[in-house]
């Protein structure tokens, strides 16, 4: 079965880190686009950042930048969001996805889905 896996999410405070990871199971992610969504309750699902095979980065959301970033290992096989300075505002659970074409804001142009990994941000 072609999927992802989240991985990473924890509850911490304002100010800390966190390191989301996102691995492949049934296919690789080195040759494949991956972008980031997160949902927040009550909230449509958002765009946040995404990395191409090739490690260029997109931000769709202003609220990150300087804050959040991606990178993926040597292996390519997984890819990483880094989230600094954490606000509460950044409580969601988070996504990734894949796709073999570009970059998009848009989930329904992914082809491969997680399930989630919950990130909370409170004191």
């Known amino acids: 079965q072609l999927q992802l896996v989240e991985s990473g999410g924890d509850l911490v405070q304002p100010g800390e880190s966190l390191r989301l990871s996102c691995a492949a199971s049934g296919f690789s992610l080195a040759f494949h686009t991956v972008g980031w969504f997160r949902q927040a309750p009550g909230k449509e699902r958002e765009g946040v950042l995404c990395?191409?095979?090739?490690?260029?980065?997109?931000i769709f959301a202003d609220s990150v930048k300087g804050r959040f970033t991606l990178s993926r290992d040597p292996t390519k096989a997984t890819v990483y969001l880094h989230l600094y300075s954490l606000k509460p505002e950044d409580t969601a659970a988070y996504y990734c996805?894949?796709?073999?074409?570009?970059?998009?804001?848009?989930?329904?142009?992914?082809?491969?889905w997680g399930q989630g990994s919950q990130v909370t941000v409170s004191s």
């Open positions: 990395i191409t095979s090739t490690g260029d980065i997109s």
């Open positions: 996805a894949a796709t073999s074409r570009h970059c998009s804001r848009k989930w329904s142009e992914y082809d491969y």
